[in-house]
Protein backbone atom coordinates (compact mmCIF):
# COMPACT_ATOMS: atom_id res chain seq x y z
CA UNK A 1 0.00 0.00 0.00
CA UNK A 2 0.89 3.51 -0.67
CA UNK A 3 -0.28 6.37 1.60
CA UNK A 4 -0.46 9.85 0.34
CA UNK A 5 -1.07 13.06 2.80
CA UNK A 6 -1.85 16.22 1.56
CA UNK A 7 -1.33 19.71 3.34
CA UNK A 8 -1.37 23.72 2.85
CA UNK A 9 -5.03 24.67 2.08
CA UNK A 10 -6.68 27.13 3.15
CA UNK A 11 -8.45 30.31 2.53
CA UNK A 12 -6.74 32.78 0.73
CA UNK A 13 -7.51 36.46 -0.82
CA UNK A 14 -7.41 36.88 -4.55
CA UNK A 15 -3.74 37.70 -6.28
CA UNK A 16 -2.18 36.04 -2.74
CA UNK A 17 -0.37 32.92 -2.57
CA UNK A 18 -0.48 29.49 -1.18
CA UNK A 19 2.14 26.27 -0.97
CA UNK A 20 0.70 22.42 -1.09
CA UNK A 21 2.44 20.02 -0.11
CA UNK A 22 2.13 16.31 -0.40
CA UNK A 23 4.09 13.40 1.59
CA UNK A 24 3.98 9.42 -0.03
CA UNK A 25 4.85 6.62 2.48
CA UNK A 26 5.10 2.98 3.01
CA UNK A 27 6.93 0.13 0.80
CA UNK A 28 7.90 2.14 -1.98
CA UNK A 29 10.07 0.87 -4.18
CA UNK A 30 10.41 3.63 -6.99
CA UNK A 31 7.62 6.50 -7.54
CA UNK A 32 7.12 6.80 -10.95
CA UNK A 33 4.90 9.92 -11.05
CA UNK A 34 3.38 12.81 -8.52
CA UNK A 35 0.92 14.86 -9.51
CA UNK A 36 -1.69 17.41 -8.17
CA UNK A 37 -5.15 17.41 -9.40
CA UNK A 38 -8.38 19.79 -7.90
CA UNK A 39 -11.62 19.52 -8.35
CA UNK A 40 -14.30 22.65 -7.63
CA UNK A 41 -18.00 22.13 -6.83
CA UNK A 42 -20.13 20.75 -9.72
CA UNK A 43 -17.40 20.53 -11.89
CA UNK A 44 -15.10 16.78 -12.89
CA UNK A 45 -11.38 16.28 -11.34
CA UNK A 46 -8.78 18.28 -13.64
CA UNK A 47 -5.29 17.73 -13.82
CA UNK A 48 -3.58 20.81 -12.36
CA UNK A 49 0.20 19.66 -12.41
CA UNK A 50 2.23 16.40 -12.38
CA UNK A 51 6.02 15.21 -12.83
CA UNK A 52 7.34 12.19 -13.70
CA UNK A 53 11.05 11.02 -13.02
CA UNK A 54 12.42 11.21 -16.38
CA UNK A 55 10.20 14.15 -18.07
CA UNK A 56 9.24 17.63 -17.28
CA UNK A 57 6.53 18.61 -15.46
CA UNK A 58 3.07 19.20 -17.20
CA UNK A 59 0.84 21.90 -16.31
CA UNK A 60 -2.73 22.25 -17.09
CA UNK A 61 -3.43 25.57 -19.68
CA UNK A 62 -4.95 27.50 -16.92
CA UNK A 63 -2.32 27.21 -14.50
CA UNK A 64 0.93 27.37 -16.61
CA UNK A 65 3.13 30.43 -15.46
CA UNK A 66 1.09 31.07 -11.80
CA UNK A 67 1.95 27.63 -10.60
CA UNK A 68 4.85 25.72 -9.87
CA UNK A 69 5.29 21.75 -9.08
CA UNK A 70 8.23 20.04 -7.76
CA UNK A 71 9.41 17.28 -6.03
CA UNK A 72 11.91 15.97 -3.50
CA UNK A 73 12.50 12.01 -4.39
CA UNK A 74 14.60 11.62 -0.67
CA UNK A 75 11.42 12.86 1.18
CA UNK A 76 8.65 10.99 -0.81
CA UNK A 77 7.11 14.75 -1.20
CA UNK A 78 5.68 16.70 -3.83
CA UNK A 79 4.66 20.09 -3.87
CA UNK A 80 2.29 22.67 -5.41
CA UNK A 81 3.54 26.90 -5.06
CA UNK A 82 0.63 28.13 -5.99
CA UNK A 83 0.69 32.60 -7.25
CA UNK A 84 -1.90 34.79 -8.37
CA UNK A 85 -4.34 32.88 -7.40
CA UNK A 86 -8.10 33.36 -9.13
CA UNK A 87 -11.41 32.53 -7.69
CA UNK A 88 -11.52 30.08 -10.50
CA UNK A 89 -8.36 28.23 -8.39
CA UNK A 90 -11.48 27.43 -5.83
CA UNK A 91 -11.59 23.39 -5.08
CA UNK A 92 -10.61 20.28 -3.54
CA UNK A 93 -6.66 19.87 -4.23
CA UNK A 94 -5.61 16.26 -4.28
CA UNK A 95 -2.43 14.88 -4.68
CA UNK A 96 -1.96 11.65 -6.78
CA UNK A 97 0.89 9.31 -6.57
CA UNK A 98 1.81 6.46 -8.95
CA UNK A 99 4.40 4.02 -7.04
CA UNK A 100 5.65 0.41 -6.89
CA UNK A 101 6.16 -1.58 -4.17
CA UNK A 102 6.59 -5.42 -3.37
CA UNK A 103 3.73 -6.08 -4.21
CA UNK A 104 2.80 -4.29 -7.01
CA UNK A 105 1.91 -1.31 -8.48
CA UNK A 106 -0.47 1.52 -6.80
CA UNK A 107 -2.39 4.74 -7.97
CA UNK A 108 -2.57 6.32 -4.63
CA UNK A 109 -4.91 9.62 -3.72
CA UNK A 110 -4.54 11.72 -1.11
CA UNK A 111 -8.07 12.68 0.86
CA UNK A 112 -7.95 15.98 -0.63
CA UNK A 113 -6.96 19.98 0.90
CA UNK A 114 -9.14 22.18 0.64
CA UNK A 115 -8.41 26.04 -1.27
CA UNK A 116 -10.07 28.77 -1.02
CA UNK A 117 -9.86 32.04 -2.83
CA UNK A 118 -12.04 34.94 -2.61
CA UNK A 119 -11.85 38.40 -4.03
Known amino acids: QVQVVESGGGLVQTGGSLRLSCEAS????????MGWYRQAPGKKRELVAR???????VYSDSVRGRFTISRDDVARSVYLQMNSLQSDDTGVYYC?????????????WGQGTQVTVSS
Open 96 to 108: NVRATTRTGDFNS
Open 26 to 33: GRIREIYE
Open 51 to 57: TTTYTNP
